[in-house]
């Protein structure tokens, strides 16, 4: 593939439900990022991999966020018990690590939580 | 810690006019400094970057100079034109992170009128 894909595109879901959001990163990118973007906001960083593991998860909001990479490449942003505080644009990037290459976003998915 | 300050939008101007968005930031060390840009419907793109002082970053007749002095990381471009209609984000990554992750401003909103 040529970019960063993300799915769903969209995603509504009822509070209290659990959710699980896809990103597949560029090909050889060892760097992947995830990001929330609240409407009218900067994105805010959530967790960075290195490879398999989370290397910074200092982002994440509390422990109903989980994020997993287990390949290296694909990586699963999992949210439980969904509240609507929840709700916002979730952008995953990748770059060719973490100090080399521009990070290359995603178009995001765009999760409402009713 | 680190952040990044943008000025409030929306910025309105005719084509052909001159821009300045301002961008400061709060960081220790010696952060690396990033604009990035989203088109109506696309991603988030890399526009610009810098990583140290007085490197100046250009792309598309835009221009940033990473000022020390001043931590500021000001967008200019010297004739807009329609098509530069755009949210823009300033961003820095911290030099004592070894993440490469960003830290967003948030969000100047450019509508450029013919």
């Known amino acids: 593939g040529a970019g960063v894909s993300q799915t769903p595109s969209n995603k509504v879901t009822e509070k209290g439900k659990y959710v699980e959001l896809r990103c597949d990163p560029i090909?050889?990118?060892?760097?992947l990022y995830w990001y929330r973007q609240s409407l009218g906001q900067g994105p805010e960083f959530l967790i960075y991999?290195?490879?398999?593991?989370?290397?910074?998860d200092s982002g994440l909001p509390n422990d109903r966020f989980f994020a997993v990479r287990p390949e290296g490449s694909v990586s699963t942003l999992k949210i439980q018990r969904t509240e609507r505080g929840d709700s916002a644009v979730y952008l995953c990037?990748?770059?060719?690590?973490?100090?080399?290459?521009?990070?290359?976003f995603g178009p995001g998915t765009r999760l409402t939580v009713l | 810690g680190n952040s990044v300050t943008q000025m409030e939008g929306p910025v309105t101007l005719s084509e052909e006019a001159f821009l300045t968005i301002n961008c400061t930031y709060t960081?220790?060390?010696?952060?690396?400094l990033f604009w990035y840009v989203q088109y109506p419907g696309e991603g988030l793109q890399l526009l610009l970057k810098?990583?140290?002082?007085?490197d100046k970053g250009s792309n598309k007749g835009f221009e940033a100079t990473y000022r020390k002095e001043t931590t500021s990381f000001h967008l200019e471009k010297g004739s807009v034109q329609v098509s530069d209609s755009a949210v823009y984000f300033c961003?820095?990554?911290?030099?004592?992170?070894?993440?490469?992750?960003?830290?967003f401003g948030q969000g100047t909103t450019l509508q450029v009128k013919p």
């Open positions: 990037a990748s770059s060719l690590t973490w100090s080399e290459g521009e990070q290359f």
């Open positions: 090909s050889g990118h060892t760097a």
């Open positions: 991999f290195q490879g398999t593991g989370a290397a910074d």
């Open positions: 960081a220790t060390g010696y952060p690396s």
């Open positions: 810098a990583t140290k002082a007085d």
């Open positions: 961003a820095l990554s911290g030099s004592s992170s070894n993440t490469g992750k960003l830290i």
